[in-house]
């Protein structure tokens, strides 16, 4: 949470865009919030003690150029994850400390940034989508933020595209270019808040190779196109993650405090299968899911880890078995993560090593940019 106003920009038209209603009411819900801040400093240097902490451990966010070293510097503050009280599945306590940054990016590089993904063959760069209407490609930046290159996805004009992830490309359905082994990107166009759409799309495409690149043209890449429809109605979701076998995982954002749904699509597109239904863990510090409801807004895989990102937690579920089924993961023992301050928390991507993250941000109501939160191991 910051202390400063930051001028309005023009709407953007896209589809399922939040009610202009909820959004006025959260900017006056912020103003109330800030209006108490005393001793802030300037942007990108506001403190804040995560719950259960010792108020004197703070997470700071760093808006100077940080030191280099993969997969991303750390800042000068650090504190310990402590489990969430509302936690069903209690995981150990003994996580190792982790150090915040809040990174901006420039107006114009992802405004609307929903999904996040890290590159493969670059640490230290992420991909990133825009959920505006007409999306088209990703945005490639750095750890500091800055934009190193686009990526045009051929033939996506996304109307929602609420999700991105990192996955195995799987043998089930070879890519477009005939390969099966590597690692393909996936933009979940699957934002649907009339909840009226006739069915979503899976964008996949190879990740391409930013090995030694610098800032230059635009890469374009093949992609193949999956369309699902879901087996009982139209749903809303935002939240996405792809498993060993390059099958996807949706999760629906529910209204109204009901359970969140899950759904399995195989390879290649066709109906989404029922899964299961299942609940959030409560915030320990609630503050944007007061106006919008504790509901997921991404979620993120890697080998025995799963994070499910909610606008105001980071919820992390290990697997008591590392060969688990990931779509079994709200039974896993669970705790809540520190979460950087951030508007409006839409993407998350967990890190190689099983321990950092980092999550996306759009603009936010009154905002100009999106942003990035990082969370790194020590």
């Not at 804040?48 to 070293?69: E, Q």
């Not at 945005?139 to 800055?146: I, K, N, P, R, S």
Request: a negative charge; glycine letters at 12%.
């Amino acid at each position: 949470m910051t202390c400063s106003a930051t001028p309005g920009r023009p709407g953007r038209a896209r589809v399922g865009r939040r009610p202009a209603a909820r959004g006025a009411a959260l900017v006056l819900l912020v103003a109330a919030l800030t209006a108490g801040c005393t001793g802030a400093g300037p942007a990108g240097s506001t403190a804040i003690a995560p719950t259960g902490a010792d108020p004197s451990t703070s997470v700071g966010s760093d808006t100077a150029a940080p030191p280099s070293g993969p997969p991303w510097p750390s800042s000068s503050r650090s504190l310990s994850p402590s489990p969430s009280a509302s936690a069903p599945n209690p995981a150990p306590s003994d996580a190792p400390a982790l150090t915040l940054r809040t990174v901006p990016l420039a107006p114009g590089v992802n405004d609307e940034a929903s999904g996040v993904a890290l590159a493969t063959t670059a640490p230290g760069l992420l991909f990133l989508v825009d959920d505006g209407t007409g999306t088209a490609g990703l945005a490639v930046v750095d750890e500091q933020g800055a934009l190193v290159t686009r990526v045009v996805v051929d033939g996506m004009s996304a109307g929602n595209a609420e999700a991105l992830a990192a996955g195995p490309c799987g043998a089930a359905v070879p890519r477009s270019d005939g390969g099966t082994d590597g690692s393909c990107l996936y933009v979940g166009d699957i934002g649907d808040n009339a909840q009226q759409r006739s069915d979503v799309v899976i964008y996949r495409a190879v990740e391409p190779d930013l090995s030694g690149r610098a800032t230059g043209d635009p890469i374009t890449v093949a992609a193949d196109e999956w369309h699902y429809t879901y087996p009982d109605r139209p749903q809303n979701a935002e939240s996405m993650m792809v498993t060993p076998d390059g099958s996807i995982i949706v999760v629906t954002k529910p209204r109204n405090g009901a359970p969140h749904r899950m759904y399995r699509g195989r390879p290649g597109g066709g109906d989404l299968e029922f899964v299961r239904e299942f609940a959030v863990p409560g915030s320990p510090r609630p503050m944007r899911t007061i106006l919008t409801g504790n509901v997921a807004t991404d979620l993120a895989a890697t080998p025995g880890r799963v994070l499910l990102l909610t606008y105001d937690d980071v919820h992390e579920y290990t697997a008591p078995d590392p060969a688990a089924d990931p779509s079994t993961f709200p039974d896993w023992p669970s705790r809540s993560l520190p979460m950087p301050p951030l508007p409006q928390a839409e993407g998350i991507a967990g890190a190689s090593d099983g321990c950092g993250y980092v999550i996306a941000s759009e603009a936010g109501p009154g905002g100009t940019a999106g942003s990035l939160g990082i969370a790194t191991c020590r």
